[in-house]
């Protein structure tokens, strides 16, 4: 099965810095990566997400990126603000078939200091 | 209305006990997944259905037993949980099938302590 592995587990930056978090995909079959927020007690939010027949997204102050060939993808965060913290997952799925597994990286835990 | 709701919110058992989590949607989905989330890790698949159909049973152990009526609800039966099962179970959708754009939505989860 697909195995997705996300760095770092934490990280911190300042206020108005941007933050990069990486992920890795096992799984050359898998076409869907979502990235998602989740608050403390709250429930997972997608925030942006990314298919294979693109190389780069872009919403506002967040980007995503996927390099198919190295089978890595990554989330951008320009002029972070204190209320991006949160634990950020990122996740790879096959879209489009019956099989509708996705797997989760472990998660990184974002802190923006104001 | 974009939304997946589950009840309850918070849920204290023991291990003797048989109750129910509910899931719902109302988007036209045809997938519905449970996941586990314990503390500080990310959600872990327990079970896809896709058209009302078990699709993925990721060898969940069987005093978790899922059911979906019709393509607007899912539930979970717990029965003889263990203390170790206490955690956050996440109910979420998608289009489903062959469509393609699978994007999952949560719910708010059911907070669940087993003593």
Partial sequence: GENVEQHPSTLSVQEGDSAVIKCTYSDSASNYFPWYKQELGKRPQLIIDI?????EKKDQ??????????????????ETQPEDSAVYFCA???????????????????TVKP | ?????????????G???????????????????????KAKKPPELMFVYSYEKLS???????????????????????????PEDSALYL??????????????????GTRLTVL
């Fill in chain 1, 51 to 55: 298919r294979s027949n693109v190389g």
């Fill in chain 1, 61 to 78: 102050r967040i980007a995503v990126t996927l390099n198919k060939t190295a089978k890595h993808f990554s989330l951008h965060i320009t």
């Fill in chain 1, 92 to 110: 790879a799925s096959i879209s489009g078939s019956n099989n509708n597994d996705m797997r989760f990286g472990a998660g990184t835990r974002l």
């Fill in chain 2, 1 to 13: 209305d974009t939304e997946v709701t589950q009840t309850p919110k918070h849920l204290v058992m």
């Fill in chain 2, 15 to 37: 291990m003797t006990n048989k109750k129910s989590l509910k899931c719902e949607q109302h988007m036209g989905h045809r997938a519905m997944y449970w996941y586990k989330q």
């Fill in chain 2, 56 to 82: 993925i049973n990721e060898s969940v152990p069987s005093r978790f037993s899922p059911e979906c009526p019709n393509s607007s609800l899912l539930n979970l039966h717990l029965h003889a949980l263990q």
């Fill in chain 2, 91 to 108: 109910c979420a959708s998608s289009r489903g099938g062959l469509a393609g754009t699978d994007t999952q939505y949560f719910g708010p």
